[in-house]
């Protein structure tokens, strides 16, 4: 890709926009108000656009791709929705603005968020195959599938909460991170290669990349989380940053990233736009999720 990463992604940010705005205006509804509110509110949109980049690197049309990337991030959204819910997070706020239970009551929020997640699986089975290509396609949802399942993000989101706040040790926050934040984030980096047909070691590499980039991004959140000051009342939230120190969690950071870089290295991809995913959460402290 010739284009600057930034111009290209800010391209298919606008277009992830308008496909999402599409498969939200189905209906005029109180759900469907309250999930055009969660998702149609901002957001860097960074595992869709993930895909997508991995996609196109290897010839997929954006066509193909987009109904993918708009699952993914629908899943994305859905979780947010319920982990801002009181009975788990309990925050007020996301992007700027009142969280879903917040502004439409817990009841409508948890429906908005079931919601979400089972329009996401309606349009992956009605997404396009790669040139008729059914298991590739069968793959691809399957691997969304396990990443947001019981063994995905929701055991990761259970990890999360009823994690012991005496617990400081670094392999309990790598399994919370691989199951609440980097699952997503590397069934994103595979998926879009994966139908564009990229061979088979390319695709390990990418998983290795997806893992530590998902690692690197959960544990810049918590960096940030030390910036914001403690809200009295909350609940207890694991931050591995908190638990070994900013200096630690910074080297920490870097040596995450470098592994992400490494893989992309050994895949043998030049791709300037994966590589600036990298350098998203190495120079940019917000990752606005």
Known sequence: MSIHPELYLEQKKNRLEKELAAYLSAENSPVFEAMRYSVLSGGK????????ASGEQFGAPEELLLPYACAVEL??????????????DNDDFRRGQPTCHRKFGEALALLAGDALLTLAFEILAGAPAPNNNHPAKNWVVAEIARAAGPSGMIAGQWLD???????????????????????LIRVS???????????????????????????AFQLRDDLEDLKQDQIEGKPFRPNLARATG??????????????????L???GIESGVLFYFVDMISQHGETSR
């Open 246 to 263: 900013e200096k630690n969690s910074l080297q920490l950071l870097s040596q995450w990233l470098e592994e992400a870089r490494q893989s």
């Open 45 to 52: 949109r960074f595992r869709p656009l993930l895909l997508l």
């Open 75 to 88: 899943i994305h959204n859905y979780s947010l929705v319920h982990d801002d819910l009181p009975l788990m």
């Open 189 to 215: 980096a595979v998926s879009g290669a994966a139908l564009a047909g990229a061979p088979e070691e390319v695709i390990n590499q990418l998983n290795r990349f997806g893992i530590f980039l998902g690692l």
């Open 161 to 183: 909460i009823s994690f012991n706040p005496e617990n400081k040790e670094l392999h309990s926050f790598q399994e919370m991170f691989l199951k609440k934040t980097a699952g």
């Open 265 to 267: 290295k050994n895949s």
